[in-house]
């Protein structure tokens, strides 16, 4: 990837570090607020160019992040508008994370000029890499905006989609209820539309929440619905998600033997479709599985090979995940040296991304050192 086009994508300067000075169309527009101006046709079709480009070119992004996709097009509005196209997922969430400030600041400013079709587009795209860094509050906030943009323009498919983000930011924020009850909505706006992709997400999502809930029966039927559908479409991400939250659920409800076989077939098609990241993951589950059946050596093994798949893709926020679970099998097989190696790697990158995974690490960490004494 050369720098060249990181520079021309780029609608911010940054001066210093987390400091960044707006593009002139944005601090204009900021002006012409402030003073009760009309923007000019010539400024706003500007701002719609570069809102345009930046939403665009995040929709080509995102998939490469995430095997599962509902088929979300930009419409095309004005001329002139190349976005950018990435040919590995390392690209695409390097070119996140340089314009996430201004990715996540777009998604206002599109509500702000009534480009309701850019505003929910946009923050759609970016869901998942603000999920990948666990900045819910941004989910949040974006996605209500997205929300509010598609109930004025009537967007129905809009609508489900902000919920269905809207509603993973609170299962990931511990609030399953919320969880449940918005996912519910996005699943009843995808059917009454008869958006097919939309509803085996929403499914998948719901079965998600139910899991997190400890409904563990009611998550086990909406996984397996979204996988049936998925499968009737040929959609083989999407097989691949659904076979894995099947999996993660049977863990968590105690059934680890029977979790086993079916992250095994997910791992089967995320290879297929050479999507890493997505590898990583499912073995990872494979090693929490085989870690409460009490089969720490090859949780170990497991744990190692999720690990080095992080590394390849410069992960940090799974990469400390993965050593923490690394960790915890190491100190069931006794290798205490090992385990502490790991959790401490694990709490530096919690710290250093400012997770609040840190603290209780650090807790687990001191029990641990005092009874090493």
Excluded at 94 to 110: D, K, M, P, S, T
Excluded at 236 to 261: F, Q
Aim: with cysteine.
């Amino acid at each position: 990837r050369s720098s060249s086009w990181l520079c021309a994508t780029t609608w911010s300067t940054e001066r210093t570090l987390d400091r960044f000075v707006l593009h002139d169309l944005v601090h204009a527009y900021a002006t012409e607020l402030a003073t009760g101006q009309e923007p000019s046709h010539e400024r706003r079709a500007g701002q719609r160019r570069l809102l345009e480009f930046l939403t665009r070119t995040a929709v080509n992004a995102r998939p490469l992040l995430q095997p599962s996709e509902s088929d979300v097009a930009v419409p095309r509005t004005v001329d002139g508008v190349m976005p950018l196209t990435f040919g590995s997922e390392r690209d695409a969430r390097e070119w996140y994370q340089a314009e996430r400030h201004n990715l996540v600041a777009g998604v206002h400013l599109a509500y702000a000029l009534s480009f309701d079709d850019l505003c929910w587009r946009l923050a759609y795209a970016n869901w998942i890499y603000l999920h990948l860094t666990s900045s819910w509050n941004d989910v949040l906030r974006t996605h209500k905006v997205g929300l509010r943009a598609a109930e004025r323009s009537g967007d129905r498919v809009g609508q489900a989609h902000m919920l269905s983000g809207i509603g993973a930011a609170y299962r990931a924020t511990g609030r399953s209820q919320l969880a449940v009850e918005t996912q519910r909505r996005a699943l009843a706006i995808f059917q009454e539309v008869a958006d097919l992709p939309g509803t085996a997400t929403a499914l998948s999502n719901l079965g998600a929440a139910y899991r997190d809930a400890g409904r563990f029966d009611d998550a086990l039927v909406f996984s397996r619905q979204a996988y049936e559908l998925d499968r009737a479409r040929n959609e083989p991400g999407n097989m691949a998600i659904s076979l894995y939250h099947i999996g993660l659920t049977l863990t968590a409800a105690g059934r680890p033997a029977e979790a086993i076989p079916v992250i095994g077939e997910s791992l089967g098609v995320v290879r297929q479709i050479g999507h890493r990241r997505g590898e990583a993951l499912v073995v990872y589950a494979l090693a929490t599985a085989h870690a409460r059946l009490g089969q720490h050596d090859a949780a170990v093994d497991h744990y190692r090979a999720a690990l080095d798949i992080h590394l390849e893709n410069g992960d940090r926020w799974y990469q400390a995940a993965t050593l923490n679970g690394l960790g915890d099998a190491l100190h069931e097989t006794g290798r205490f040296d090992e385990n502490h190696d790991a959790w401490k790697h694990a709490l530096a990158i919690y710290e250093e991304l400012g997770a609040p995974d840190a603290a209780v690490l650090a807790a687990k960490l001191e029990r641990h050192d005092r009874a090493q004494r």
